[in-house]
């Protein structure tokens, strides 16, 4: 691919009260999905707790994967994607990112779709969202659809069974380092 770049999801499971929950509905490994721009995570975004210690309060975040709600479960449980992208996608992708960034305060998480999304009932609110409906979202806006769902009804392990993304990392999130992260794709097997 010409011009090609590189974008990563990020699934984990932190084992927060909330976290288990979802997992229990849902029995799958990872309850939380983010994006990152690049390898090392230094741009990682998704919805979630804005305050590591208030799991009501959510929104619009830009993640560390070493401070903030990870470093409050440092026994996070993760699996990290990587998907090639166009240069223009990426393009657009920032772009959209930027909107998000400029208006962050006008984001709140969206309790009432991860409660519909479970019945499997789309539901859409103006400056609400979910991790997962969030990173659909933003691919799809972004000229990139590698999953054949509504945003509103997308899971995080929907990244993992899309077939379009390649297993990088399959471990405990405090101890990922992009250098030694492997190129060749994991099987899913690996991960759930």
Known sequence: M??????????????????????ICTR??????????????????????????????????????????YRRFPNT????????ITQEQYNRLIQELARFKA???KYGYN???VVSAAFNYPIHREYRYFCSQF????L??????????????TAPMDFAESGELECVYVGYLRTYNSEVVNNIPMQLSNIT
Do not use: W
């Open 135 to 138: 990173v659909s979202e933003l």
């Open 103 to 105: 208006e962050k305060e």
């Open 77 to 84: 449980k993760c699996a990290l994607f990587s998907l090639k």
């Open 140 to 153: 799809l806006k972004s000229g990139i659809k590698i999953i054949d769902k509504d945003p509103s009804l």
């Open 28 to 69: 799958k490994p990872y309850t939380h999905v983010s994006i990152a721009l690049d390898k090392d995570l230094s741009e990682l975004y998704s919805f979630g707790r804005i305050k590591p210690y208030n799991p009501i309060i959510g929104g619009f975040v830009q993640e560390s994967f070493r401070g903030g709600t």
């Open 2 to 23: 010409v011009n090609e770049r590189r974008i990563y999801i990020l699934l984990s499971h932190s084992g927060s009260m909330f976290s288990r929950a979802i997992n």
């Open 111 to 113: 309790f009432i779709g």
